[in-house]
């Protein structure tokens, strides 16, 4: 299910064979698996868990809210998330805690998307490789030791 469409699976949810919360569940073995990367800044489990499941009764009721209704998303660390920490990569604001959403954040909310969490970054988004981030450097994952299928 990780490697299928935005379409495809947007069919499976509406036909019930696959629940956005399975997906959400799946997403976060993932992200387990390749904790080693140091992708996240900010992981959000339950708040993903939660929203999986509001998914799963949107679509049992037939309401979707969009096209990215129960889609594990990842958010950049330097959009603003609503009661999430948004340091941008920058120990200045480790305990910066947005009182907002971004827009873009907003509008994949107003669509259905799964917050799965923030993505590291060079600070402040000053950088093209992820290895200034006060968390530390991203790996990649074609050379970061970690075996990874698609």
């Avoid at 299910?1 to 629940?19: K, P, R």
């Avoid at 992820?130 to 074609?142: C, H, K, L, Q």
Wanted: glycine share 10%; aromatic share 8%; charged share 20%.
């Amino acid at each position: 299910m990780l490697t299928h469409s935005l379409v495809e699976l947007q069919s499976s949810f509406m036909s019930g064979a696959f629940l956005p919360s399975s997906m959400v569940q799946l997403s976060l073995r993932r992200m387990e698996l390749l904790k080693r990367l140091n992708m996240f800044v900010t992981e959000c489990p339950t708040l993903a868990m939660v929203q999986g499941r509001e998914s799963d009764t949107r679509y049992r009721e037939g309401r979707p809210r969009g096209a990215l209704e129960g889609v594990p998303i990842a958010i950049k660390d330097n959009f603003c998330t609503k009661d999430l920490k948004t340091s941008c990569g920058s120990l200045m604001l480790d305990n910066f805690i947005s009182p907002y959403n971004a827009t873009v954040v907003q509008r994949c909310r107003d669509q259905g998307a799964v917050i799965m969490g923030k993505t590291n970054l060079d600070e402040f988004a000053m950088g093209s490789g992820t290895i200034d981030s006060y968390v530390g450097p991203t790996r990649n994952v074609w050379g970061g030791g970690v075996s990874y299928k698609l």
